[in-house]
Nanobody, 115 residues
Framework: QVQLVESGGGLVQPGGSLRLSCIAS????????MGWYRQAPGKQREFIAR???????LYDTSVTGRFTISRDNAKNTVYLQMNSLKFEDTAVYYCNQIPSHPDYWGQGTQVTVAS
């Protein structure tokens, strides 16, 4: 059974930082391309960052230069370091494989940017 568990969200002021984690089980993690996605209130879920099995990364333009995706294959974990957070980064953040698998979505972790 595949399980993706996100954590690390919270309430942060604009300009602040958070580090999200996603622990994966039930998949060949070291061979999988992984991604972070987010869903803001009233909007569709959107892609924001991906990391290949070899460590190659790609970002949506909305987070380029502010967010960094990384992975630790020994811990089956993918991370998202978020810096210079903005109000518009408020969303529930999810991880999934690339391409996303519809049955793998977890509960996500809420990130709220507010002053």
């Amino acid at each position: 059974q595949v399980q993706l568990v996100e954590s690390g969200g919270g309430l942060v002021q604009p300009g602040g930082s958070l580090r999200l984690s996603c622990i994966a089980s039930g998949i060949a993690f070291s061979l999988a391309d992984m991604g972070w996605y987010r869903q803001a209130p009233g909007k569709q879920r959107e892609f924001i960052a991906r990391i290949s099995s070899s460590g190659w990364t790609l970002y949506d333009t909305s987070v380029t230069g502010r967010f960094t995706i990384s992975r630790d294959n020994a811990k089956n974990t993918v991370y998202l370091q978020m810096n210079s957070l903005k109000f518009e980064d408020t969303a529930v953040y999810y991880c999934n494989q690339i391409p996303s698998h519809p049955d793998y979505w977890g509960q996500g972790t809420q990130v709220t940017v507010a002053s």
